[in-house]
């Protein structure tokens, strides 16, 4: 009897079936807006596929690659150099020396205070107003091209952006992880560049990701200064055949873009941070 009482099973525990769900405001009004945007995407592709211009495609598809790879570039150019900017702006807005924080921060007021498309023109137009001086310093080279101002200006901007987002990643890491390796006799230059920095990065990974899908979109600004990139060539093909769909397939390129970045950056996040219990 022993031997039955330990052998036997447990009974199955059945669980009661899940209350019906009713069908409060809320569901109602989110069922409507899914109907809602599934209309808009059905209608979008019954439009493309009713409006398909074969001879568009062939005549402006190269030169939206054209465009697309101008983009990519820039942007690309741009976050790599804003993210060298970034660690000195950062360490100065964190310096307890005076001077150092308040020209850091001016710098990062500055830039993420005012207009991208603002700072854009006063590379281009405004500095391009003082061409003898730059003559006269060997930089008119640089700056009489569209392509370098506009790099330089998103450059500055996205290192103030860069700057805010390494310094609060750098303030989250505990004071105990510098405290730790100074009781080992490692220099505060170590301790920050191999423990502070990487877990600051970890915690960075996300913000850094929105930035950069931030500059994607909002590099179409310097169609505005003759640079061809993607929004540059949409405009050319606009402005020679007045079909709305040049702006419709750009709108499409940038989304495709902006989801292959995002999940790349979903990719990177597992994959750096699978070493911590969720």
């Given at each position: 009897?022993?031997?039955?009482?330990?052998?036997?099973?447990?009974?199955t525990?059945?669980?009661?079936?899940?209350?019906?769900?009713?069908?409060?405001?809320?569901?109602?009004?989110?069922?409507?807006?899914?109907?809602?945007?599934?209309?808009?995407?059905?209608?979008?592709?019954?439009?493309?596929?009713?409006?398909?211009?074969?001879?568009?495609?062939?005549?402006?598809?190269?030169?939206?690659?054209?465009?697309?790879?101008?983009?990519?570039?820039?942007?690309?150019?741009?976050?790599?150099?804003?993210?060298?900017?970034?660690?000195?702006v950062?360490?100065?807005?964190?310096?307890?020396?005076p001077?150092?924080?308040?020209?850091?921060?001016?710098?990062?007021y500055?830039?993420?205070?005012?207009?991208?498309?603002?700072?854009?023109?006063?590379?281009?137009?405004?500095?391009?107003?003082?061409?003898?001086q730059?003559?006269?310093?060997g930089l008119?080279?640089?700056?009489?091209?569209?392509?370098?101002?506009?790099?330089?200006?998103?450059?500055?901007?996205?290192?103030?952006?860069?700057?805010?987002?390494?310094?609060?990643?750098?303030?989250?890491?505990?004071?105990?992880?510098w405290?730790?390796?100074?009781?080992l006799?490692?220099?505060?230059?170590?301790?920050?560049?191999?423990?502070?920095?990487?877990?600051?990065?970890?915690?960075?990974?996300?913000?850094?990701?929105?930035?950069?899908i931030?500059?994607?979109k909002?590099?179409?600004?310097?169609?505005?200064i003759?640079?061809?990139?993607?929004?540059?060539?949409?405009?050319?093909?606009?402005?020679?055949?007045?079909?709305?769909?040049?702006?419709?397939?750009?709108?499409?390129?940038?989304?495709?873009?902006?989801?292959?970045?995002r999940?790349?950056?979903?990719?990177?996040?597992?994959?750096?941070?699978?070493?911590?219990?969720?």
């Amino acid at each position: 009897m022993t031997e039955s009482f330990i052998n036997a099973r447990p009974a199955t525990v059945m669980r009661p079936p899940a209350p019906p769900k009713k069908w409060t405001r809320g569901r109602v009004v989110g069922h409507l807006l899914v109907g809602l945007w599934t209309a808009l995407l059905i209608g979008l592709l019954v439009y493309l596929y009713s409006a398909w211009n074969i001879e568009l495609i062939q005549k402006y598809g190269p030169t939206y690659l054209a465009g697309l790879k101008t983009t990519i570039g820039l942007v690309g150019s741009s976050i790599l150099l804003g993210a060298l900017i970034s660690i000195p702006v950062a360490l100065g807005r964190m310096s307890k020396n005076p001077i150092a924080s308040s020209i850091a921060y001016a710098y990062v007021y500055f830039f993420r205070g005012t207009p991208l498309i603002a700072q854009v023109f006063l590379f281009y137009y405004g500095l391009g107003s003082f061409k003898p001086q730059l003559e006269s310093v060997g930089l008119w080279v640089f700056f009489r091209e569209a392509w370098y101002c506009a790099l330089l200006a998103f450059a500055l901007n996205t290192a103030a952006y860069q700057a805010e987002i390494l310094r609060g990643a750098i303030r989250s890491v505990p004071l105990g992880q510098w405290e730790g390796a100074a009781s080992l006799g490692v220099s505060k230059f170590v301790t920050f560049w191999k423990v502070i920095l990487p877990q600051a990065l970890i915690v960075a990974l996300r913000p850094y990701g929105n930035e950069i899908i931030l500059m994607i979109k909002g590099s179409a600004i310097v169609a505005l200064i003759t640079v061809y990139d993607l929004m540059g060539y949409t405009r050319l093909a606009y402005s020679r055949t007045f079909d709305f769909q040049a702006y419709l397939w750009a709108a499409i390129i940038y989304l495709i873009l902006v989801e292959i970045l995002r999940h790349i950056w979903d990719w990177l996040e597992r994959r750096i941070t699978r070493h911590l219990i969720r």
